[in-house]
């Protein structure tokens, strides 16, 4: 049986928007919002239970955990590690063999932006605090000089690089899109915080204004938990 960790609901890593230390029952109600990082799984408060192909049906087992994610990709690893965060006992179940759903294929290139920690890293001309990026910025301060406002309009309004955009339907959903542009800096900080490291900053994938450069690739390092 996995116990509940005590933890007084504030978590370690960084602050989102409206976010306050929640209890079991009212958990569901308020969990995560941002991106993706699997590497702090494997720690203390958590709970990963895998099972071989062979002999998984006949494996009898009894596992008591506070909350049950259904699915190993990139929202239920961020929701296992957020519930982790504010003190939950977690259970990942899966099909597969191995973690990370559709993220699999994902090439590891992130593109979030908004002014988001490596941007600023970048910009600044500085190296991450791990020593393992020690080449020179890709771009140039200027095209990292970034900010929510302008990454909203770039994603809402092709326009700002093509004045002959079609631009209309890009404002369906424009809340959704805002509260992805205003989470973007908190994202790239929440998988910071989980051992996930980010290269330099180098162009933007395409589908949205290009007036910033927002994408970098990432690679996971070991935890220290």
């Known amino acids: 049986m996995a116990k509940k960790r005590t933890s007084d609901g504030d978590d370690p890593h960084l602050e989102l928007e409206n976010e306050h230390g929640v ?106 605090k791990d020593g393992l990026i020690t080449v020179d910025p890709a771009e140039e301060p200027e095209e990292l000089d970034d900010s929510v406002e302008l990454l909203f309009t770039d ?8 004045p002959k955009g079609q631009s209309p339907y890009r404002y369906n959903e424009r809340e959704l899109a805002r509260a992805w542009a205003e989470n973007c800096p908190a994202t790239r900080q929440f998988m910071i915080a989980n051992y996930v490291r980010v290269t330099r900053v180098s162009g933007t994938p395409g589908g949205g204004g290009l007036s910033r450069s927002r994408g970098a690739r990432c690679f996971l390092m070991i935890g220290d938990k």
């Open 23 to 128: 209890s079991r029952r009212d958990f569901v109600r308020t969990g995560a919002v941002a991106g993706l990082g699997a590497g702090a799984l494997l720690a203390p408060g958590s709970a990963q239970a895998q099972e071989s192909a062979s002999g998984a049906e006949d494996a009898a087992w009894d596992y008591e955990v506070d909350v049950v994610i259904a699915g190993g990709g990139c929202a239920g690893l961020t929701a296992a590690i957020r519930a982790r965060d504010l003190g939950a006992s977690v259970l990942v179940v899966d099909q597969n063999f191995d973690l990370g759903g559709r993220m699999l294929h994902s090439g590891a290139f992130v593109s979030l932006g908004g002014g988001d920690p490596v941007q600023q890293r970048d910009r600044k001309g500085e190296k991450d």
């Open 155 to 162: 994603i809402t309004d092709w326009s700002v690089v093509d």
